[in-house]
C-alpha cells in the first residue's frame, strides 16, 4: 500500500491530550449550571466572543475574564471564568503520544496547530512533547485562530520551512476534534481526521500514512 499522505497535523486538545469539554462539564455540574453552557458560550458570535479574541491575543486574562463572565450574565447565569480556564489542561493520551513518536521516527513531517490563550512553555514534559513537532503554532502568538484559514496557510509555512521543501495542504493530514476547525483544512485540501474515538482516528490516519499506529504501545 502507498502512503496517501506524507504529513501530519495535530490539534491538541481533545486530540493530544483529553478534551477539555469533559472538565467543562464537571464544573458546570459541580455550580448548578445548565449542561452545555460553556460549550453554547463559545458558539454565540463565534469570531469575536471573549474565547476568540482571547485566542488572538487580543484579551489578557483580565479582560477575558471579565467578557466571558458579562456574557454569561447576559445568558442569565453566573459563570466563574478562571474555573472554565483551569478546566483547560487536559492529560496526555498515551496512544496519541506513542503514534507521534512513531511518525517522527518514520520522518514524517508533523506540525502542531493550537488555539490557546498564552504561549506554551517550551519547558518540562509539555516542552518535550513540543519538541517532538518540526513546526508549533498558537493562536496566541500568531493572532488568528481556527477555524480562520489563515493559521492553516502559516502552519503548511512552517512546516515547509522546518523540513526545507515545499508542504502542499494535499500532502497533509489534520486531526482535530471540533467539526469546525477541519472544514477549513479540508478546504484548503487537506484530508481531515474528526478524533472522537482516538483509536478509530488512528487506524484512519495509519491508512492514510501506511504506518501502522493502531498497536504502537507506549513510549513514556
Request: aromatic residues 4%.
Amino acid at each position: 500500500m502507498t502512503a496517501t499522505v506524507s504529513a501530519v497535523l495535530f490539534d491538541l486538545g481533545g486530540v493530544i491530550t483529553e478534551s477539555p469539554m469533559t472538565a467543562f462539564a464537571a464544573y458546570e455540574a459541580e455550580a448548578g449550571l445548565p449542561d452545555g453552557l460553556i460549550r453554547r458560550l463559545n458558539s454565540t458570535d463565534p469570531d469575536a466572543n471573549a474565547w476568540a479574541r482571547y485566542e488572538r491575543g487580543e484579551l489578557d486574562t483580565d479582560g477575558f475574564c471579565d467578557a466571558f463572565e458579562a456574557e454569561a450574565l447576559t445568558a442569565g447565569h453566573r459563570v466563574d471564568a478562571r474555573r472554565v480556564l483551569a478546566a483547560l489542561a487536559g492529560e496526555l493520551r498515551p496512544a496519541m503520544l506513542s503514534a507521534v513518536d512513531a511518525l517522527r521516527a518514520a520522518g514524517v513531517p508533523l506540525a502542531l496547530v493550537s488555539n490557546n490563550v498564552a504561549p506554551m512553555e517550551r519547558t518540562g514534559r509539555l516542552g518535550d512533547l513540543l519538541g517532538l513537532f518540526d513546526a508549533v503554532v498558537e493562536s496566541s502568538v500568531e493572532g488568528v485562530r481556527k477555524p480562520e484559514p489563515e493559521i492553516y496557510r502559516r502552519a503548511l509555512q512552517r512546516l515547509s520551512q522546518a523540513v526545507g521543501r515545499p508542504v502542499a495542504a494535499a500532502d497533509c493530514a489534520y486531526l482535530d476534534d471540533l467539526g469546525i476547525n477541519l472544514k477549513p483544512a479540508r478546504a484548503l485540501g487537506m484530508h481531515t481526521i474528526k478524533v472522537v474515538d482516538p483509536a478509530a482516528a488512528l487506524a484512519e490516519l495509519s491508512a492514510l500514512v501506511d504506518l501502522d499506529l493502531t498497536g504502537v504501545g507506549t513510549s513514556r
